[in-house]
C-alpha cells in the first residue's frame, strides 16, 4: 500500500513537471509561446537590436544585423522559448545586403529588379507577383526573415524622394500592384513589411511634417492602396511613417493648414 503510494505521488510530480516546462515556439500553440513569455522579453523583441547590443531610444537604422551583414536590424532572440533573431533588410527594388563579408572572397549578389513606378507602368499584376517571388527568393536565400518594402503611398508631389518607392498616383493602381509584390514575395515563406503608413508624400520636412486633410480625403484616396494590400495581400508587418496625420473637417482643416503654413513661414 505504501508503495502505490509512493508510485502515485512520483507520477503526480512527474505530470506537474512536465506539464510545468516552458513552451517551445514550433512545438507548442504560438499562444503558449507569447502566454509564456515575460513583459521584458516581449518589449525586448519589440525593440530590436544592432548585433548584441541592444538599442535605446534611439531607433536602428541603416546596417546594423550582425546574423545578415548590411541588412537593416534584427529582432532579440529568445532561446528559452526557442524564439530565433528575426532578420529584416531593405529595399523597395530587391534586397539590400553587405556584397563583401570578412574571412571569405565571395560576393553576395542580389539583383536589382525594377522600381515600383516602372512595375506599376505595366498593369500586369501576374509579372508582379513573378518579380515578388523572385525577391522573396533571394530574402530567403540571404536568410533573411523580413522585406522592408513595398511602399504603396500615393504619388502627389513629383519631388518627394520616395516617389521611386511607391507605385503610382492612382489608389486602386497601387494598392493592385503593390497586393500582386506583397503576395509574391510572402510565396516563399519570407515576410514583408508594407510601408510607410501612411500619407507620406513629400520629401520637405517629412520627419516631422503634419498632414491635414478630411477623413473622406484619407479614406478614399491615401489610404485606400493599404486597405487593398492588407485585405487581399495580409502583409506579416507593416512600417509607420513619421509624419503627423490630422483628420478635421473641411472648414477645420482649410484653418488648420493656413495655420499651420503661417508658422512653416514665420520659422
Same mark, same amino acid.
Given at each position: 500500500?505504501?508503495?502505490?503510494?509512493?508510485?502515485?505521488?512520483?507520477?503526480?510530480?512527474?505530470?506537474?513537471?512536465?506539464?510545468?516546462?516552458?513552451?517551445?515556439?514550433?512545438?507548442?500553440?504560438?499562444?503558449?509561446?507569447i502566454?509564456?513569455?515575460?513583459?521584458?522579453?516581449?518589449l525586448?523583441?519589440?525593440?530590436?537590436?544592432?548585433? /548584441?547590443?541592444?538599442?535605446?531610444a534611439?531607433?536602428?537604422?541603416?546596417?546594423?544585423?550582425?546574423?545578415?551583414?548590411?541588412?537593416?536590424?534584427?529582432l532579440?532572440?529568445? +532561446?528559452?522559448?526557442?524564439?530565433?533573431?528575426?532578420?529584416?533588410?531593405?529595399?523597395?527594388?530587391?534586397? &539590400?545586403?553587405? +556584397?563583401?563579408r570578412?574571412?571569405?572572397?565571395?560576393?553576395?549578389?542580389?539583383?536589382?529588379? +525594377?522600381?515600383?513606378?516602372?512595375?506599376s507602368?505595366?498593369?500586369?499584376?501576374?509579372?508582379?507577383?513573378?518579380?515578388?517571388?523572385?525577391?522573396?527568393?533571394?530574402?530567403?536565400?540571404?536568410?533573411?526573415?523580413?522585406?522592408?518594402?513595398?511602399?504603396?503611398?500615393?504619388?502627389?508631389?513629383?519631388?518627394?524622394?520616395? /516617389?521611386?518607392?511607391?507605385y503610382?498616383?492612382d489608389?486602386?493602381?497601387?494598392?493592385?500592384i503593390?497586393?500582386a509584390?506583397?503576395?509574391?514575395v510572402?510565396?516563399?515563406?519570407?515576410?514583408t513589411?508594407?510601408?510607410?503608413?501612411? @500619407?507620406?508624400?513629400?520629401?520637405?520636412? &517629412?520627419?516631422?511634417?503634419?498632414?491635414?486633410?478630411?477623413? &473622406?480625403?484619407? &479614406?478614399?484616396?491615401?489610404?485606400?492602396?493599404f486597405?487593398i494590400?492588407?485585405?487581399?495581400?495580409?502583409?506579416?508587418?507593416?512600417?509607420?511613417?513619421?509624419?503627423?496625420? @490630422?483628420?478635421?473637417?473641411?472648414?477645420?482643416?482649410t484653418?488648420?493648414?493656413?495655420?499651420a503654413?503661417?508658422?512653416?513661414?514665420?520659422?
Amino acid at each position: 500500500m505504501l508503495k502505490a503510494k509512493f508510485l502515485t505521488l512520483c507520477a503526480s510530480t512527474l505530470f506537474i513537471s512536465a506539464s510545468a516546462q516552458t513552451p517551445k515556439l514550433g512545438v507548442d500553440p504560438i499562444e503558449k509561446v507569447i502566454n509564456a513569455m515575460t513583459l521584458d522579453e516581449k518589449l525586448n523583441v519589440l525593440i530590436g537590436s544592432a548585433g /548584441n547590443v541592444k538599442s535605446d531610444a534611439t531607433a536602428t537604422i541603416g546596417s546594423s544585423a550582425e546574423l545578415v551583414p548590411g541588412a537593416a536590424g534584427q529582432l532579440n532572440a529568445i +532561446p528559452r522559448l526557442g524564439i530565433p533573431a528575426t532578420v529584416v533588410a531593405d529595399g523597395p527594388a530587391g534586397l &539590400r545586403i553587405k +556584397p563583401t563579408r570578412e574571412g571569405t572572397f565571395k560576393t553576395f549578389y542580389c539583383t536589382h529588379f +525594377p522600381i515600383e513606378t516602372v512595375m506599376s507602368s505595366t498593369w500586369n499584376v501576374d509579372l508582379v507577383g513573378q518579380i515578388g517571388a523572385a525577391m522573396g527568393d533571394e530574402v530567403k536565400h540571404y536568410g533573411v526573415d523580413v522585406l522592408l518594402a513595398p511602399a504603396t503611398n500615393i504619388h502627389r508631389n513629383p519631388l518627394n524622394g520616395r /516617389n521611386f518607392e511607391y507605385y503610382s498616383e492612382d489608389q486602386l493602381l497601387s494598392g493592385k500592384i503593390c497586393a500582386a509584390m506583397v503576395n509574391g514575395v510572402q510565396s516563399n515563406g519570407v515576410g514583408t513589411s508594407l510601408k510607410h503608413f501612411a @500619407l507620406n508624400n513629400q520629401e520637405t520636412n &517629412r520627419t516631422s511634417n503634419n498632414v491635414i486633410g478630411t477623413p &473622406r480625403t484619407f &479614406r478614399e484616396i491615401y489610404l485606400k492602396p493599404f486597405e487593398i494590400v492588407v485585405k487581399e495581400a495580409q502583409p506579416w508587418t507593416v512600417m509607420t511613417s513619421y509624419n503627423k496625420v @490630422l483628420p478635421c473637417r473641411w472648414r477645420q482643416a482649410t484653418t488648420c493648414l493656413c495655420l499651420a503654413n503661417y508658422r512653416s513661414a514665420k520659422n
